[in-house]
């Protein structure tokens, strides 16, 4: 094992489609035939070797293992249930002559085809990515084939760039995990942890021998409150103590997005693993909690910028909140993201200032060069970053006084809502409210967006053609127009921030509705926004 030092500066994620969605567009191609197997792999390796260049170029260092190899196909998940070949016997076909998942076995598990169904989708904890759910059975084989792995090191390598893997860690996986259907009532995927960290460990074995020196073991399942916590920590502490015994592996990072790790941040400290990462913005921890990382002799990750959402930081406040840290002043403490940034959109340059309130938004490439700035600030002190902090000041200070930031209307609509207005008005009121919607008598809705006709395919096509105008676009799909998709993404999140209530949109292809207090201080029952097309889903 090497002893090569955590870098100072670091990501846990990144978004992986391309910054013109260039992934999407050759795995469609692909699907339709219209694209070898090889073109595809080749889009995947130029969207990787624009991730190395975009991050680099924002500050992270190619050769100190602080870009981890983010990439997928599809889904981190199923990333695993093929990293294992983790097929139910129900989809066993989909495996290719060797008893593995090749890149078209794994589609379709994702997509189905038309003899096999998909894999379950469900929501990745409380974000709006949605994972696909591995069938484990108490006698699915586990089965190494670290294809995807090689393919994603080997572009890093002529490219010239030191990844780390990051993998789905182990207790993750098994907690997410449903039983395979014909299972025993009392069987769950994690009765097996013991089976999957002897092959995680092989995993790790196999990285080391391919020179790897530092892996990432995502763990988000730990944040999560059960019922059985102090169980979940026992299995915590057994799982890494059991991988950091390896005598050949890569140094281990685990990081813990989304919330708090509460027990199993101990279990996890005397285990031996050498890096953890914490989400300091949705996690929660005391200054005693924080001081136990130092005292373990583990390296903290300190994750201040949040991956979530597409706000500016606050970069001032957040070199104070890591300058407190245990072990910051000793070089114990790394910046990174608080989740990966898949979560949002690739780069706020793309975007028109004329249009958009770009002093407030950092997209993910905004994100990496506050996470350099940062490091830099932490190692140097603040006086020699406080150029980019005074900027950054100014820039939120903007963005504050900007006037597309304030609606009176709504803030006046807001301010007159009382506690009586949230009491559910009578059925007689809620039909008269939605009367000029034309509703069926059993309204149906989605929580995104309807499947376009083929009519709307075709108007859209000869837009991008130049053969109609957008203002005769519009007129087919009746909607306003829209600018780029992030654009409206981002917008999207603004109206429902600067609201100050609960809503929900439910997008269709003409209107989004937004829920909200009824009528009777002022606030319609429903208020129509620009909807944002499906193709804005930020994977």
Known sequence: MSNTAFPAATIVGYPRVGRFRELKKAQEAFWKGKVTLQELQDTAADVQRTYFERVTAA?????????????????QVLDVVRLFTL?????AEAKDAHGLLDLPGYFALARGTETLPPLEMTKWFDTNYHYLVPEIGAGTEIKLN????????EVAKQAGVKVRPQIVGPLTLLLGAKAEQGSAEDFAPIDRLDEFVAAYAQVLEQLAERGVEWVQLDEPGLTVDRADNAKVAELAERTYRALAAGEKRPQILVTSPYGSLRENLPALLGTGIEALHLDLVHGVYSKAELESVSAAGVHLVAGVVNGRNVWRADVRAALKTLEALPGASKGAVSVASSTSLQHVPHDL????????????????????????????????????????????????ARFAADPRKHNDEIRARAAAVTPEDFDRPTIDVRRAAQADLNLPKLPTTTIGSFPQTAEIRRHRAEARAGKISAEELNGVTRLPRLSRCRRSWAWTCWFTVRLSVTTWFSTSLRTSTVSQPPATAGFSPTVRVAPAPRSCLVT
């Open 59 to 75: 500050g992270l260092k190619a050769d100190d293992y602080s870009i981890p190899a983010t990439f997928s196909y599809y889904d």
């Open 87 to 91: 097929v139910p016997e129900r989809l």
């Open 146 to 153: 670290l294809e995807a792995i090689d393919e994603q090191l």
């Open 349 to 396: 340059a793309l975007e028109d200032p004329a249009e958009v309130p770009v002093d407030g938004l950092a997209f993910a490439d905004q994100k990496v060069a506050e996470i350099a700035l940062l490091a830099r600030g932490l190692a140097e002190g603040e006086a020699a970053v406080e150029p980019e902090l005074k900027a950054a000041d100014e820039a939120l």
